[in-house]
Nanobody, 122 residues
Framework: QVQLVESGGGSVQAGGSLSLSCADSGRTFRRYTTGWFRQPPGKEREFVGF????????DYADSVKGRFTISRDNAKNTVYLQMNSLKPEDTAVYYCAAGSTTTRHPRDYDSWGQGTQVTVSS
């Protein structure tokens, strides 16, 4: 069973960086695509990016492309979201999720972390 635990959120000024981690305590990450999503205040949850476990392929939303990078550490069963050049509009609760297909749609992901707050001030 996939059990996701996120860490690394916080507050930063615009232009700064943060790194989020998503660890699978169930040790089954290798079967899944791991997605990152975010939910800004008062808005719907939106796709940020994903990484496939088998080939390490990545995909990113246009709004974060070139600023955010997703990577993984197989030995630690952990996926990372490195966020650089942060903007106030990146403020949101960030979630990682595991799914069995490669997709941008939240509904296709089966297991979710608890979420971590990222706040970017101008």
């Amino acid at each position: 069973q996939v059990q996701l635990v996120e860490s690394g959120g916080g507050s930063v000024q615009a232009g700064g960086s943060l790194s989020l981690s998503c660890a699978d305590s169930g040790r089954t990450f290798r079967r899944y695509t791991t997605g990152w999503f975010r939910q800004p205040p008062g808005k719907e949850r939106e796709f940020v990016g994903f990484i496939t476990w088998s080939a390490g392929l990545t995909d990113y939303a246009d709004s974060v492309k070139g600023r955010f990078t997703i990577s993984r550490d197989n030995a630690k069963n952990t996926v990372y979201l490195q966020m650089n050049s942060l903007k106030p509009e990146d403020t949101a609760v960030y979630y990682c999720a595991a799914g069995s297909t490669t997709t941008r749609h939240p509904r296709d992901y089966d297991s979710w972390g608890q979420g971590t707050q990222v706040t970017v001030s101008s």
